[in-house]
């Protein structure tokens, strides 16, 4: 059980079988659209973890909101944008990031997983992440997971093979961004 949870708090799992959701495109709201599915599943007593494969070594608003929540896992494993760290370093986070993941799903502990930006990690044109594992490694597990659990995957760039196992997947589109009117990332809405 997780922090501030007990056995009467729990509700038993469905016994509907978990759903596979994608949220992609290069617009903003894919990380935020995993949140407010996890927030809808909290609500719903139910167990989340969130591994994050890009992001990780700042301390964005959802890692202090995370350990307000009972049932809410956040594993923030990455570290940080592609071009801020070596490729040795991301390729590194990424290999355990990877292993958490396969370490978390296999466990069958919570009833939602989140696997942020892991799109974007499959798909980063400067990173040699097929070294680590590839879209295939991906399906493979999402194939073993326990048949009840939910697995969303964030990131822009979903590889082909992903989305068509998916049983969902949203294309986020921008339209229109503040960053390019020159704008600064703005607290509490981008981080």
């Given at each position: 059980m997780t922090k501030g949870e007990n056995a009467a708090t729990r509700t038993k799992r469905s016994d509907e079988p978990g759903l596979v959701l994608v949220f992609t495109?290069?617009?903003?709201?894919?990380?935020?659209?995993?949140?407010?599915?996890?927030?809808?599943?909290?609500?719903?007593?139910?167990?989340?973890?969130?591994?994050?494969?890009?992001?990780?070594?700042?301390?964005?608003?959802?890692?202090?909101a995370a350990a307000l929540l009972p049932g809410f896992e956040l594993i923030p494993l990455g570290v940080g944008f592609t071009w801020t760290k070596t490729p040795e370093e991301h390729m590194a986070a990424l290999r355990q990031a990877w292993q958490k993941t396969q370490e978390v799903i296999r466990?069958?502990?919570?009833?939602?997983?989140?696997?942020?930006?892991?799109?974007?990690?499959?798909?980063?044109?400067d990173l040699p992440v097929g070294e680590i594992f590839t879209p295939a490694?991906?399906?493979?597990?999402?194939?073993?997971?326990?048949?009840?659990?939910?697995?969303?995957?964030?990131?822009?760039?979903?590889?082909?093979?992903?989305?068509?196992f998916a049983d969902t997947v949203t294309e986020m589109r921008l339209v229109k961004h503040a960053y390019d009117q020159g704008r600064r990332a703005a607290k509490g809405i981008e981080f």
């Open positions: 495109g290069d617009g903003k709201g894919k990380s935020t659209a995993a949140m407010g599915l996890a927030l809808r599943s909290l609500g719903n007593r139910m167990r989340v973890a969130m591994i994050q494969f890009i992001k990780g070594k700042w301390k964005p608003g959802e890692v202090r466990a069958g502990q919570h009833d939602v997983v989140i696997l942020d930006e892991i799109n974007y990690a499959l798909t980063a044109k490694d991906v399906v493979a597990l999402l194939r073993e997971r326990p048949r009840n659990m939910h697995v969303v995957l964030t990131g822009r760039r979903a590889p082909q093979e992903i989305i068509e």
